[in-house]
């Protein structure tokens, strides 16, 4: 039987590895080693056996672990060796998983969402707006509950208070909570059931009615065009973000984010990365003429250089979406919006009869096929020319208007 405890804390300190050995290892007894690497490396090491071979199993590194702790470790592993279990499988389980799901709250599950689905794949914006519903409506009231606690009542409870205020609020706090539930279950953290489920289709959080963006008549285009080239209130920052966001058809956010290095004039191509799309494709924008003008006049008149936003609002951030709705509206005299500007895109050129349905809806919705199938076999077209032609043909009748 092998002498126990042949270690102690000043030998394991003082142990080396003599030169020209790749390691040594130093033994306590009972199946434990201290091994010393040549590179300064210091680690513990169980030996276990089975059917007459030995298996090493690591325990972790010196002096992160001391010699007790080792010890106690290795007691331990032993125990399951015995039970059939190998230690390192046991060790990789419980570092994976949640064994004790109620250790696993609602707030430490939101946070693990944040950090590992949506701060790597979402824009500033929408990382600012989860963070924002979570803190004003679910910290104060599940932050503490341990999820699997989380069921149909208590989160019925919760969004019946933020419904009776604001409806729209409460389906997108719905939408988080139920994303929430899918992420910790897809990471296998979380074996309960996601109450977002049992509330589909429940009257008492009923999603409002749709209001659909108010956009600009056919018939005012030229009017308010006439406006915006008269217009002394607001900057030539905004007269010209408001023209080009209105002759491409672009997203507000899409744009407002531009900087002059996205620009290549020699195309006449904005090309807006993944990160600013609302889909996380990057895109190739054609601009046509009269838009490269306004541009390029911008340009000259800020000395715009490659790191600056083309946009520029307060503080050197973009031009924000109240600061062009507002201006907007002002010239229009009603509710008109600047995502209403995509509505009257299609509108028009679709009543051209001159384009694809396809190629128009490849401009605003920066999906350039209705299908999986179809992209794989497209490959990495973008029907950009035939876009150029949309934009410019769009472009040349609110001219004329």
């Given at each position: 039987?092998?002498?126990?405890?042949?270690?102690?804390?000043?030998?394991?300190?003082?142990?080396?590895?003599?030169?020209?050995?790749?390691?040594?290892?130093?033994?306590?007894?009972?199946?434990?080693?201290?091994?010393?690497?040549?590179?300064?490396?210091?680690?513990?090491?169980?030996?276990?056996?089975?059917?007459?071979?030995?298996?090493?199993?690591?325990?972790?590194?010196?002096?992160?672990?001391?010699?007790?702790?080792?010890?106690?470790?290795?007691?331990?592993?032993?125990?399951?060796?015995?039970?059939?279990?190998?230690?390192?499988?046991?060790?990789?389980?419980?570092?994976?998983?949640?064994?004790?799901?109620?250790?696993?709250?609602?707030?430490?599950?939101?946070?693990?969402?944040?950090?590992?689905?949506?701060?790597?794949?979402?824009?500033?914006?929408?990382?600012?707006?989860?963070?924002?519903?979570?803190?004003?409506?679910?910290?104060?009231?599940?932050?503490?509950?341990?999820?699997?606690d989380v069921n149909d009542e208590i989160l019925l409870s919760v969004l019946e208070k933020?419904?009776?205020?604001?409806?729209?609020?409460?389906?997108?706090?719905?939408?988080?909570?139920?994303?929430?539930?899918?992420?910790?279950?897809?990471?296998?953290?979380?074996?309960?059931?996601?109450?977002?489920?049992?509330?589909?289709?429940?009257?008492?959080?009923?999603?409002?009615?749709?209001?659909?963006?108010?956009?600009?008549?056919e018939h005012r285009v030229g009017e308010f065009l006439n406006a915006l080239d008269k217009d002394r209130k607001s900057s030539l920052i905004?007269?010209?973000?408001?023209?080009?966001?209105?002759?491409?058809?672009?997203?507000?956010?899409?744009?407002?984010?531009?900087?002059?290095?996205?620009?290549?004039?020699?195309?006449?191509?904005?090309?807006?990365?993944?990160?600013?799309?609302?889909?996380?494709?990057?895109?190739?924008?054609?601009?046509?003429?009269?838009?490269?003008?306004?541009?390029?006049?911008?340009?000259?008149?800020?000395?715009?250089?490659?790191?600056?936003?083309?946009?520029?609002?307060?503080?050197?951030?973009?031009?924000?979406?109240?600061?062009?709705?507002?201006?907007?509206?002002?010239?229009?005299?009603?509710?008109?919006?600047?995502?209403?500007?995509?509505?009257?895109?299609?509108?028009?050129?679709?009543?051209?009869?001159?384009?694809?349905?396809?190629?128009?809806?490849?401009?605003?919705?920066?999906?350039?096929?209705?299908?999986?199938?179809?992209?794989?076999?497209?490959?990495?077209?973008?029907?950009?020319?035939?876009?150029?032609?949309?934009?410019?043909?769009?472009?040349?009748?609110?001219?004329?208007?």
């Open positions: 039987m092998a002498k126990q405890n042949l270690l102690n804390n000043l030998t394991v300190k003082n142990a080396t590895c003599p030169k020209g050995k790749l390691h040594k290892d130093f033994s306590d007894g009972g199946n434990l080693l201290h091994r010393r690497y040549a590179d300064g490396r210091k680690a513990w090491i169980v030996r276990l056996y089975k059917d007459g071979k030995g298996y090493a199993r690591g325990v972790g590194s010196y002096p992160t672990v001391s010699l007790a702790e080792a010890r106690q470790s290795r007691d331990l592993y032993k125990k399951l060796w015995e039970q059939g279990i190998d230690p390192m499988i046991a060790k990789l389980k419980d570092k994976n998983s949640i064994t004790n799901q109620t250790d696993l709250t609602f707030d430490k599950a939101y946070n693990i969402y944040l950090t590992k689905k949506v701060v790597p794949n979402l824009s500033d914006k929408t990382i600012k707006r989860t963070k924002e519903f979570y803190e004003k409506y679910l910290k104060a009231s599940l932050g503490k509950l341990p999820l699997i933020v419904h009776s205020k604001a409806p729209s609020s409460a389906m997108k706090v719905k939408s988080l909570v139920n994303q929430i539930f899918i992420h910790m279950k897809e990471k296998r953290m979380f074996k309960g059931a996601n109450p977002t489920l049992e509330l589909k289709g429940n009257s008492l959080i009923a999603p409002p009615k749709t209001n659909h963006f108010s956009h600009l008549a905004i007269q010209t973000f408001l023209y080009v966001v209105m002759v491409t058809g672009l997203r507000t956010g899409s744009l407002a984010n531009a900087k002059w290095s996205w620009l290549d004039s020699k195309t006449n191509t904005l090309h807006i990365p993944s990160l600013h799309m609302k889909g996380r494709v990057s895109f190739r924008c054609p601009l046509p003429t009269q838009a490269i003008v306004k541009l390029n006049a911008l340009k000259t008149f800020l000395n715009g250089k490659s790191k600056d936003y083309i946009f520029e609002g307060n503080k050197g951030k973009p031009i924000s979406d109240a600061t062009a709705r507002l201006c907007l509206q002002r010239l229009t005299g009603d509710k008109t919006t600047v995502h209403g500007f995509r509505t009257l895109f299609n509108i028009v050129v679709s009543k051209m009869n001159k384009f694809e349905i396809e190629k128009i809806e490849s401009q605003l919705t920066h999906a350039f096929t209705s299908t999986d199938i179809r992209k794989v076999y497209m490959g990495k077209e973008d029907y950009l020319e035939d876009r150029r032609k949309i934009v410019q043909a769009y472009e040349d009748w609110c001219d004329k208007q």
